[in-house]
Structure formats: C-alpha cells, structure tokens
C-alpha cells in the first residue's frame, strides 16, 4: 500500500469566492500582509502497489477534479 | 385544462433529489404523463424526454452532480441523448448534465457566497430549442431560483461559441443573482434537445403556488416537439 495526495486547485481565471471570503476575514483578524487566498481540496487515497500512475490521474482527472474549472496534482507519498 | 398527449415525460429521482414531484407536476400539468426513473435504473421504459430535476443529488458530495453522473440511469441518459432524447436539467439536474459532459461548462458557487432564493427575472434568447418554442424571443419571464452553486463559468471560448451559435437559452435580467458569466441562466446542446438551467420551471407552472405559471412553457415546448414528431 502506497499513500497519494491528489491536491485539486481551481483554475487562476476561476473566481474563487470561497478564498476571497478568508482572504478579506484575516485583516479582520489582524493577520496583516496576505494579499491572496485560494481554496482547494485535497484527497488522500491508500493505493495497491500495482496501481500505476496513469490510473491514478485518470481517477484525478474523471472523479476527484471537473478539468472545466480545477487543476489537479498527484504524488505519491513516501513512507 | 390539461390535454393528455399520450407523450411519457421521464423523471429521474436520485438519492437526495428534492424537485421531482413538482417536476411530476409540471409534466402533468403540461399534458404528458410522467414516469418516475431511479438513479438505479438501468432502463428508461421508453419515455420519449427526461427531466433531471432539482436537490442535492448524493448530497452534493465532492461536487454538484459529480457522483450522479456515474449512476446507471445517467449512463442509460447518455447513450439516449445520442439517439435523440430531449433532456432538461433544472438546477442540479443543469450540474448533473454539465458534469456528464452533455452540456459544456461547470456550476460554481455564488460570487456572493449565499445561497439565493427569489423570484428571478429571465429573457428567452434562444426560442429555437425542443425546450423553448413556446417563447417569444427577447420575452422576460418570471421564474423562481434557488441555489448556492449556479454561478456558470467555461472559458472564453466555449461562451462565444454558446453566444455565436444562439445556444443561450434564457440570461438573467434585472441583476444576476450568482454571478454567472455573460449573466447566463441557462444553455442547449448543438442540436437544441438537451437543455439546461439553474430557476426552476417546475415551480413556476400554476400561479396558486409559484409567481407566475411562465414555467410551463417549457413542458409545452417540448410536447410540440414530441405530438408533432
């Protein structure tokens, strides 16, 4: 069994209004000088030995991320 | 008032589905009879159209209508579309149908983060489709929506597409509730019979219990389509 983060990001040109909502409550806080927030999702999946890594980003790619409006990255951890 | 037509309008129900009777209603009450299809169906029973009604299909998990489209019924969909089906998606059934890759761009959440719930001021712009003849083109109608995560966005390119190929089916007037992109509420397929959007036709089909009856207009285009067929 292998650990794998797939890290899924939306797109720069996506609004993400999510991140802008933190990113203005932390001056409000008094968390001074963060100029930008984004918000994602990250999944960690227990992986077979024998899932290869072109299966692993078609899982990324079809199910865990909407390619329309989110990037993703997988790595694998290491033990 | 209601004419039967003989037409069989399919409504899916996925777990978590919250607009499917209504749905049922309106498909009633436009003429046709309506057939209820569960998310584990692996047959459509010959219906000639299906609605994809509004809710949170698999409570929204991972994203809007992101697990729904692996269901057997919106496989059985898929294959039907490329026969000819018309479908409508309404609000997270337009998720469900964007997530399955028959309509193109994604349903994001609200630019002001809430969830809207009003009476929305539309224009017809496309009054061309299985699912618009019944419109005047350029007519404002009004209809409610209800959602936290119908802010339409895909990339420059697919919205001059949509906009070249008059496959725009209705734009938000009178203020944008969600910041959608080119204030668009709702787009077709390249052969105008797959359609979706975010307000809600369905609850607007009797003036008793929505703001106006301008819904139904939709049913019944879809009817014209399916008795003259």
């Not at chain 1, 999946?45 to 989110?70: C, F, K, Q, Y």
């Not at chain 2, 569960?38 to 698999?58: E, I, K, N, R, T």
């Not at chain 2, 539309?122 to 299985?130: F, I, W």
């Amino acid at each position: 069994m292998a650990r794998v983060v797939v890290d899924v990001m939306p797109k720069q040109e996506i609004l993400d209004p999510q991140g802008q909502a933190v990113a203005s409550a932390l001056p409000r806080l008094g968390f001074e000088g963060i100029s930008e927030v984004r918000q994602g999702k990250r999944f960690e999946l227990e992986v077979a030995a024998d899932v290869d890594d072109e299966t692993l980003s078609r899982i990324a790619e079809t199910m865990l991320a909407n390619p329309v409006i989110e990037d993703w990255t997988v790595r694998r951890e290491e033990a | 008032m209601t004419v039967a037509t003989g037409a069989r309008i399919g409504v899916v129900t996925f777990p978590g589905t919250l607009d499917d009777v209504d749905a049922q209603r309106a498909v009633r009450r436009a003429g046709a009879e309506p057939v209820a299809l569960w998310h584990g169906d692996h047959d459509l029973q010959g219906v000639d159209a299906v609605v994809v009604p509004g809710g949170f299909s698999y409570g929204d998990y991972l994203r809007c209508g992101a697990i729904a489209k692996y269901s057997p019924v919106m496989t059985e969909l898929v294959l039907a579309t490329g026969r000819g089906l018309p479908v409508l998606g309404i609000c997270n059934g337009f998720q469900v149908l964007c997530e399955s890759g028959l309509l193109p761009g994604a349903l994001t959440r609200n630019a002001g983060l809430h969830y809207v719930c009003r009476d929305q001021w539309l224009r017809a712009e496309n009054t061309t489709s299985t699912w618009s003849t019944r419109y005047e083109p350029g007519a404002e109608v009004l209809i409610p929506v209800k959602h936290g995560e119908g802010s339409y966005v895909a990339d420059e390119d697919t919205l001059d597409e949509l906009e070249s190929s008059g496959r725009v089916l209705f734009r938000y007037v009178g203020g944008n509730p969600n910041g959608s992109r080119r204030d668009i509420a709702g787009i077709t397929d390249t052969a105008g019979r797959v359609a979706g959007l975010m307000p809600h036709p369905e609850h607007a089909v009797d003036p008793l219990t929505g703001p106006t009856d301008d819904g139904l207009g939709m049913f019944l285009s879809a009817l014209d389509a399916l008795v003259t067929a």
